[in-house]
């Protein structure tokens, strides 16, 4: 790793982190909240120190990028990030303590929305809105947002772009991957422009469309109400949001092929059509299991059954209902939901549906040459041989993942929870669902785990949304040897 290369880049990162905040700012002075000075001294303290890093590090020769040095500089600028992002907090006192402000950062970051907070709706609506707007840059990726407004940086930016993207296949929809960033970039925008409007017409204030828009796209999660959706009480208001959580757990490069004419895509794309599919038989199984138990409308259950599905096996977060108190079985299956997650390309986390469909097809294939040893075959994914190397990467990944899952799960069993509490909070933060079952439910919040559980599941929540490899290979020796 070359220290100035990669401390020179986490300055930029830090530098536009705080100008960021100036939109919260603009928000604290409309509202007249008494966050303004605090919120101005934290725009000067992240963007001095990131000037200040930048200027006193950087040199000419430290604009071409190794694969290594990718790696880094992904891993070390989330760090960062969280950093920055739990100034705020911290200047305005809102969150006491460095250990709950960075957990509540990073959570935003990392698109998780695990929160420490009891009563969101008590916060300066400034802090409300940098809370939303840290999911929002996380959700796309402060690393791709970097490399989209600095031209510069397009030699060498394939190293960050396959550090950051939560994907095992990187797509370039763009010669220059400067061009491919900028791209995923307005994208993500006008969707989240388009969520925004659709919100206002179902009476949603502007404040509360722009704070949910910020958290849909990313699907991160955090509301700036204490009961998140369930607030609104409005089945058109939960309609929109559940199209918006669907569209941002698709693959991107689709929602690009759609606009460029392709309006077939999703039909044609394997990996679309498992995820709606599947999608639509968890939601059936879980109006079915409601209808009668929870609720005397099929209507009724369907509605709260569609949202809760959506949000879970999209990492969303957001919650309608306090799921806690369905049936068992209705539990069991948004527990493995938060095992699925969205699309590979898309903001959501878990472990990806390309994954789980070569997963299975791998599986079934060493099942067929049992039976059939002589046979020659290959594992295909929209009619495309898919190399023994990719396969070979995903199961490693999947090993590593689940070793992870279950080795924080018993950790966090050390500290007195119980089976559930201890499963369902580690995989809300190393899949990046957000709410857990147990003592984290949707209901409940993260404040209730002690400081070391807390910084386990920070851990967690980066290692999720970097995907494993990109935090992991720096704890390997033989990263640091020359």
Request: aromatic share 14%; charged share 10%; glycine share 10%.
């Amino acid at each position: 790793m070359n220290f100035h290369r990669t401390f020179s880049f986490v300055g930029i990162l830090l530098f536009f982190l705080g100008l960021s905040m100036a939109l919260p700012l603009l928000v604290s002075i409309v509202y007249k909240d008494g966050s303004a000075w605090a919120l101005l001294l934290s725009i000067i303290v992240t963007s001095g120190s990131g000037l200040i890093l930048f200027r006193g590090l950087k040199k000419e020769e430290d604009l071409l990028l190794t694969h290594r040095d990718g790696v880094a500089i992904v891993t070390i600028g989330w760090v960062s990030a969280g950093l920055a992002g739990a100034v705020p907090y911290i200047l305005t006192g809102a969150i006491p303590g460095f250990t709950n402000a960075y957990f509540e950062s990073l959570s935003g970051f990392t698109t998780t929305g695990s929160s420490i907070l009891t009563n969101i709706e008590a916060l300066p609506e400034g802090l409300i809105m940098w809370r939303s707007l840290t999911q929002w840059l996380g959700g796309m990726g402060i690393i791709v947002l970097s490399i989209a407004i600095l031209p510069f940086l397009g030699i060498g930016g394939m190293q960050l772009y396959k550090a950051e993207i939560p994907s095992p296949v990187v797509d370039k929809l763009k010669p220059r991957i400067s061009d491919t960033a900028r791209v995923l970039w307005k994208l993500y925008f006008i969707i989240t422009l388009m969520e925004i409007i659709f919100l206002l017409a179902g009476g949603m204030s502007l404040f509360d469309s722009v704070c949910h828009a910020f958290c849909t796209m990313p699907t991160g999660g955090f509301s700036p109400k204490n009961a998140s959706i369930a607030y609104y009480d409005s089945t058109y208001l939960d309609g929109v949001i559940v199209v918006f959580m669907l569209i941002a757990g698709i693959n991107f490069s689709l929602h690009y092929a759609l606009i460029k004419g392709d309006f077939a895509i999703y039909k044609k794309d394997s990996e679309c059509r498992v995820f709606l599919i599947l999608i639509f038989l968890l939601i059936i199984a879980v109006t079915l299991s409601l209808y009668g138990s929870v609720y005397d409308s099929i209507l009724q259950a369907f509605r709260y059954a569609a949202f809760q599905v959506s949000s879970i096996i999209t990492t969303t977060g957001f919650a309608t209902a306090d799921y806690e108190k369905w049936p068992f079985f209705t539990q069991s299956i948004l527990f493995v939901c938060m095992f699925l997650g969205g699309m590979a390309g898309s903001t959501g986390g878990g472990i990806k549906i390309m994954r789980i469909i070569l997963l299975v097809k791998h599986s079934y294939q060493e099942i067929f040459r049992i039976i059939h040893p002589h046979a020659v075959t290959t594992v295909k994914l929209g009619g495309r041989p898919i190399p023994q190397e990719v396969l070979s990467s995903i199961w490693g990944f999947f090993i590593l993942y689940m070793g992870c899952f279950v080795a924080a799960s018993v950790i966090m069993s050390l500290f007195g929870f119980d089976l559930v509490t201890s499963f369902t909070s580690v995989a809300a933060c190393i899949f990046n669902v957000g709410p857990g079952l147990g003592m984290v439910g949707p209901a409940d919040n993260f404040s209730v785990i002690p400081a070391a559980g807390k910084w386990l599941l920070i851990f967690c929540m980066l290692l999720g949304r970097l995907e494993i490899y990109t935090v992991i290979v720096l704890l390997i020796p033989e990263y640091w040897r020359k």
